[in-house]
Structures are given as C-alpha cells and as structure tokens.
C-alpha cells in the first residue's frame, strides 16, 4: 500500500549548522510534497511544499529536493536557530478519484545551543 | 485572516460514550479534512469534505464519521468510544479540491482523552 519513510526519528545538531530530513515514497503517481513543523501544543504548519514537476525549491533557510526517479525528498534546513526545534512531518499526496495524503513517522529536531 | 479553529480544544469522556468535535475553517476555504494524530500512528487521514460531500475516507471503522454544512464548518463524530480512540484531532483547511488547492492549514487540534 502506499506509504512515506521517514528519517531519522530523532535529530540534534549544533546551533548554526545544517539538518537534513529524508523521506521516501511508495507510489511514484504522488505529485505533491509537502513538509509541516509541529510545535509544542500546535496544529502543523506548512513550512515549503515542492510538486513533481520541480526538483529544488528553496524559502530562506529551508529547501526542499525531490528525485522522481529514486522516490525520495528531503528537507534541508541550513544555519540552524532554536526556533527550529520541533517535529517534522513530510508528507505526499497523489490526486486521483480518491485524493489522499500519507504523513511520514515524523523527525524530532533539537537544536543545541 | 483568522486561522483554523477547533472546538473545544480539550474533552474528556468515558468509554461507550459518543463526542462531537467541530472545524471551522479558514474564511472562503471550502474545503476541510480531518486526521488522527497518536504517539503510535502518527498522523492518519480520517476523511475529507468539500461542498458538503465526503470526498474521500481512511481507515477508519464505521464509528468515526463526519458532515459539512453550506458555510463549510465541518464536524466530526466518533459513537461508542473506545480507549485506543485517545488522540488528538486535527482539522485542516484549504481553498478547494483538486491538484491546484494542494496547500492546507492546520488548526490547533482537540485533545480527546477516553477513560
């Protein structure tokens, strides 16, 4: 069935330096891409969402890539601030009769001061 | 613009009984989806509404169901509750349905506890 692999579950990285998130999909018809940041007691919150048609995007910080061919996307998130902390979700969505979307496990990200 | 908002934020019930949880979504968003956030599952889709039809549904037994009205508010129901349903719900929101109104937006979420 369809599914998103997610990792790693738990990240940490310096203030100031990257991170880096890696998901994976099943069904190559997914078109769309994208990534939330879950804090403490909130909803997600769309951060940057790439479609298939595109294989980098970036806002700022962070930037998304996507390889069709291999079924992956990942999140890169450079100069680190505390702020970052939190849960990251990527997700893909696929558009048919019965639109649907598959969220991956999740990545906790501390930033260590 | 105000945000997604869900009510009520926080709900305790027991087993057996039933809970109504309410969406409303971003103004001029017509369409509302709803999923199921636990420590075990992570973040699964429950259902998906849009002119008040169910466009699309999850994995999820006959007791999770849901409904839309004309101003696009949406309300989730869940009938027999069982302790496993402890969870935290949340709704998102979007411009319409289709691949040109990919991006939705979460609101907060309500916290259910069974006991």
């Known amino acids: 069935g369809e599914n998103v692999e997610q990792h790693p579950s738990t990240l940490s990285v310096q203030e100031g330096d990257s991170a880096v998130i890696k998901c994976t999909y099943s069904?190559?018809?997914?078109?769309?891409f994208p990534w939330y940041k879950q804090e403490l007691g909130k909803g997600p919150q769309l951060i940057i969402d790439?479609?298939?048609?595109?294989g980098e995007k970036k806002d700022q910080r962070i930037a998304v890539t996507l390889n069709k061919t291999a079924k992956h996307f990942s999140l890169h998130i450079t100069e680190t601030q505390p702020e970052d902390s939190a849960v990251y979700f990527c997700?893909?969505?696929?558009?048919?009769?019965?639109?649907?979307?598959?969220f991956g496990s999740g990545t906790r990200l501390s930033i260590r001061p | 613009k105000a945000g997604v908002t869900q009510t009520p934020r926080y709900l305790i019930k027991t087993r057996g009984q039933q809970v109504t949880l309410s969406c409303s979504p971003i103004s001029g968003h017509r369409s509302v989806s709803w999923y199921q956030q636990t420590p075990g599952q992570g973040l699964q889709f429950l259902f998906e509404y849009f002119s008040e039809t169910q466009r699309n549904k999850g994995n999820f037994p006959g007791r999770f169901s849901g409904r839309q009205f004309s101003n696009s508010r949406s309300e989730m129901n869940v009938s027999t509750l069982e302790l496993g349903d402890s969870a935290l719900y949340l709704c998102?929101?979007?411009?319409?349905?289709?691949?040109?109104?990919?991006?939705?937006?979460f609101g907060p979420g309500t916290r259910l506890t069974v006991l």
């Open positions: 069904d190559s018809a997914s078109n769309y």
């Open positions: 790439i479609r298939s048609n595109v």
């Open positions: 997700a893909a969505r696929w558009y048919s009769s019965a639109s649907k979307i598959i």
């Open positions: 998102a929101s979007s411009r319409g349905a289709g691949p040109s109104y990919n991006e939705q937006f």
